[in-house]
């Protein structure tokens, strides 16, 4: 049987989020909260979109906005929310996609993980022991 609502309050289980960097001193100083606006301003949605894997969160976020330089990922347990959904990713409901959060997560309730570049952003070139650079 998969995950459901239940089994994430009785197990608890971190659950992960990706915000632009950008939006870092409003997340210490508030949370996350529900109906801010979205990143590419076209609406204000009901949730925050957390995944109970990075990589998952990640597709969620970064994949779906290339436009952002810059991401920072935040952690919470599964059992701080009270008011949240899980959106499976397959038809037999066996895997978390996506938990919609319909509450506020405190700052206190959030630790910050990293931050990463977005996807439009190049890495750095990879240099050989003499400092030039090479081919991967």
């Known amino acids: 049987m998969g995950a459901n609502v239940r089994d994430l309050y009785d197990h608890p289980t971190p659950l992960y989020h990706w915000s632009p960097s950008g939006r870092r001193k409003s997340i ?12 590419d301003r ?4 009901p949730y ?12 969620l976020s970064g994949v779906v906005h290339p436009e952002v330089a810059s991401w920072d990922l935040w952690m919470t347990w599964s059992n701080v929310p009270t008011g949240l959904e899980i959106m499976p990713l397959d038809i037999d409901r066996e895997v978390i996609k996506e938990v919609r959060v319909y509450e506020r997560v405190f700052k206190r309730d959030l630790w910050f993980v990293g ?7 190049s ?5 050989s022991l003499d400092g030039r650079e090479r081919d991967e």
């Open 123 to 127: 890495p750095a070139p990879h240099h």
């Open 28 to 39: 210490e100083r508030r949370g996350l909260v529900p109906s801010s606006m979205s990143v």
């Open 48 to 59: 925050v979109a957390y995944s109970d894997s990075p990589s998952m969160a990640w597709v």
């Open 115 to 121: 931050s990463r570049p977005g996807i439009q952003e």
């Open 42 to 45: 076209a609406w204000k949605p």
